[in-house]
């Protein structure tokens, strides 16, 4: 080893004792919030618990969290909260839709085009159904009445989704979309969602978190790397029959006959804001809030735009359109490019100076920084991405403080990760800016169980098991 070398990794050595020291004081000092709880398993906090919940499990969203959630934080925790929720990260919508079932308003903003386009087809699909509705369903699932059509409506594909389907099921899905424009809006809502749905079930890809996963029969397969096998590629028509069969099984066992979605309250109280919650929280009205219930993007490099490729080229978005959707979402893959969030909202000042005078992530930043300029990290832009996350993360908690009423509570589900063989405590940092953002921290409450960190990091760092928490914060 040369005296370099030694000098560079006794540095490493160095910073990353800062942070370990640093990180156990801010554990410490919030000892007594921490508490495990039984009741937030993984399948609680993930999509695992709307499995068996009608119309929230008809589309595979991995990165929402449950019905149950929601539900215990809105209705079991500390008292029943009445007023209006907000999520600034509503997904497809878990938050708002589970609030309207117990009578509770919601708003949610969400900036993905699938996310909006699977709340829009639930809001419209909550009027009454008529027998003639069920009728045109029923003959969908048993005539295919798009084998018969002759007007074919190609749908756009962007570089990432390129040759995603065989031949056959790409002439089949534009033979689909051809005859589902003779039907009513209504309908025509159902079979856009039925398809979207199917998706990846029918297509040589498996979402796979930071990327798309390509089956080796697609012929994209990279020199060197290992074949791909994703098991079965549904026929469309078996796929698609298979989804309607299961939605309209779903409205016929409806708490309510003949309704797609049982709720108390009507579409009117929910409100869905498209766009990013950086542009959009500034407008809303200040202590308006009974409580935020929220789930963001974690600092872990996974890229939606990526993952939900094949849903927003069949919903028409072009590359640049893509690309430019990538730099708008929260800093939380490589690719983002840093924004001017000052120019976003100029009161901002304050936000922003919470997240940099934060001493742990400071140290958390000189280490990141260290180790792309000694090259040991996998992607330069790790740095960037973290220093943005935290940064666009505390302008949202200080926007939710201002828009929440006081004492009302801020709920957010969230993962630790680890980057460089350091552990970026996540729930302490954002716990910490948001004490000095207005809030008190109640709770951090831990799922049982740790996940580890990436089998990369663990063959060179070993293995280190890191928290999911929910955070449970009162607006003072």
């Known amino acids: 080893m040369t005296p370099e070398n030694s000098k560079t990794q006794s540095r490493s050595a160095e910073l990353r004792e800062q942070v370990a020291v640093l990180d156990a004081e801010l554990t410490e000092d919030f000892k007594a919030q921490f508490s495990v709880s039984p009741f937030l398993s993984r399948k609680i906090v993930s999509f695992q618990g709307n499995k068996d919940k009608p119309a929230y499990s008809w589309y595979k969203y991995k990165e929402a969290f449950s019905v149950p959630l929601v539900e215990y934080f809105l209705s079991s925790y500390d008292g029943q909260i009445s007023e209006k929720v907000l999520d600034p990260f509503a997904g497809i919508g878990t938050t708002l839709f589970a609030a309207s079932s117990q009578g509770i308003p919601a708003d949610g903003i969400e900036l993905l085009p699938i996310g909006q386009e699977i709340i829009h087809a639930r809001l419209l699909s909550e009027r009454e159904m008529s027998s003639d509705d069920l009728a045109t369903l029923e003959h969908w699932i048993t005539s295919f009445p798009w084998n ?8 756009s594909t ?4 390129e040759n995603a389907y065989p031949q056959e099921t790409v ?8 005859a589902l424009h ?3 809006e209504k309908i025509q809502t159902i079979l856009q969602f039925a398809l979207l749905c199917i998706l990846e079930s029918i297509s040589y890809t498996r979402k796979d978190g930071q990327y798309l996963r390509w089956d080796a029969r697609s012929g994209k397969r990279r020199p060197g790397t290992k074949a791909f096998d994703k098991g079965e590629i549904l026929p469309f028509d078996a796929a698609i029959t298979a989804k309607l069969k299961e939605i309209l099984s779903d409205i016929r ?4 006959p003949l309704t797609l979605f049982p709720v108390k309250q009507t ?9 990013s919650c950086l542009e959009i929280l500034p407008t809303l009205e200040t202590a308006a809030y009974g409580a935020v219930m929220t789930s963001p993007p974690y600092c872990n490099r996974y890229d939606y735009t990526r993952t939900y490729a094949l849903e927003l080229a069949m919903l028409g978005l072009t590359h640049t359109e893509v690309s430019d959707l990538r ?10 490019r840093e924004k001017d969030l000052l120019k976003i909202c100029p009161q901002w000042n304050p936000f922003i100076e919470a997240a940099s005078q934060q001493k742990l992530l400071q140290a958390i930043y000189a280490y990141l920084e260290h180790e792309k300029a000694s090259g040991n990290l996998n992607n330069s832009g790790i740095p960037r991405m973290v220093r943005g996350y935290f940064s666009e993360m505390a302008c949202v908690i200080g926007e939710c403080a201002r828009v929440l009423k006081p004492n009302a509570r801020l709920f957010m589900v969230n993962d630790n990760v680890r980057y460089a063989g350091v552990s970026i405590s996540v729930d302490t940092i954002l716990s910490d800016v948001a004490r000095s953002l207005g809030f008190e921290v109640e709770k951090i409450l831990v799922v049982p169980g740790k996940k580890g960190n990436s089998s990369q990091q663990m063959g060179t760092y070993g293995r280190v098991p890191l928290r999911k928490c929910v955070y449970v914060w009162r607006k003072r």
């Not at 002439?171 to 051809?178: A, S």
């Not at 066992?253 to 309510?256: D, F, I, K, R």
């Open 158 to 161: 962007i570089r990432i989704t």
């Open 267 to 275: 579409a009117k109280d929910i409100r869905l804001f498209k766009g």
């Open 327 to 336: 730099q708008e979402m929260l800093s939380c893959t490589v690719e983002n």
């Open 148 to 155: 018969e059509c002759r007007e074919r409506v190609p749908f």
């Open 182 to 184: 003779e039907e009513n």
């Open 253 to 256: 066992n409806a708490e309510t």
């Open 171 to 178: 002439e089949t899905i534009e033979r689909y979309r051809g």
